[in-house]
Nanobody, 113 residues
Framework: QVQLVESGGGLVQAGGSLRLSCVAS????????MGWYRQAPGKERELVAV???????NYADSVKGRFTISRDNAKNTVYLQMNSLKPEDTAKYYCNDYNFGFWGQGTQVTVSS
């Protein structure tokens, strides 16, 4: 069983920045593809960014150039640096272990205009 614990969410003004962290338990972290998803009220959960075990990344068009996903395998942690935040980025952000299909509990990000 893999446990994922997100942190770093909060309230920020438009144009501001936040860095989300997701710490994973287990010994297979470095081998797994990890992702960040988000879900706004009344909307479906959507992919934000994903990073493979060797560091290849992919982003949703809506966040390209503003968000950066990274990982530190020594710390079993995946990060999401979010810059130039917009009100439409407001959502609950979830960490996902793609290989095992596990999800974290989510962390709320609220961007005020």
């Amino acid at each position: 069983q893999v446990q994922l614990v997100e942190s770093g969410g909060g309230l920020v003004q438009a144009g501001g920045s936040l860095r989300l962290s997701c710490v994973a338990s287990g010994s297979f972290f470095s081998l797994n593809t990890m992702g960040w998803y988000r879900q706004a009220p009344g909307k479906e959960r959507e992919l934000v960014a994903v990073i493979s075990s060797i560091g290849n990344t992919n982003y949703a068009d809506s966040v390209k150039g503003r968000f950066t996903i990274s990982r530190d395998n020594a710390k079993n942690t995946v990060y999401l640096q979010m810059n130039s935040l917009k009100p439409e980025d407001t959502a609950k952000y979830y960490c996902n272990d793609y290989n095992f299909g596990f999800w974290g509990q989510g962390t709320q990000v609220t961007v005020s205009s």
